[in-house]
């Protein structure tokens, strides 16, 4: 074989494993983001109603999203802090949370504990 067909062979070698090595990248990235829109979106509870327990809550006046996040996570309430960082950030109850102590079960999803916390529900804050 002559050095142009060997230079041919190495360089579509060479694209061929560039191409399967870009495919595998996006679909790697697109299956994690695919995951985590889904966790941010697809919201569940700790603990079945049956089985919930209840946790106080104490939050103070202006908390932020992370605090807030870390909080619910800390009482164990939530599975993930990242996710319900992104859960709070995008719901329409962000920063409209009353400092106060709440009396929140794990059963309850997280959509439900932020509108408990920012008084859109009949529940009662102490």
């Given at each position: ?34 995951s ?43 599975k ?47």
């Open positions: 074989m002559s050095n142009k067909t060997i230079r041919m062979i190495i360089s579509l070698s060479l694209n061929l494993l560039l191409i399967v090595v870009g495919v595998y990248i996006i679909f790697t990235v697109g299956s994690r983001a695919y985590f829109g889904n966790k941010i979106f697809n919201e569940k509870a700790i603990d079945s109603s049956e089985n919930a327990r209840v946790v106080e809550v104490t939050i103070k006046d202006n908390v932020t999203a992370k605090e807030l996040s870390k909080i619910l996570y800390d009482k164990g309430l939530v993930d802090k990242t996710v319900t960082y992104f859960q709070i950030s995008l719901s329409d109850y962000n920063n409209k949370f009353i400092a106060g102590t709440y009396e929140l079960n794990t059963g309850m999803k997280p959509t439900e504990m932020m509108e408990v916390m920012s008084g859109d529900s009949s529940s009662d804050s102490k």
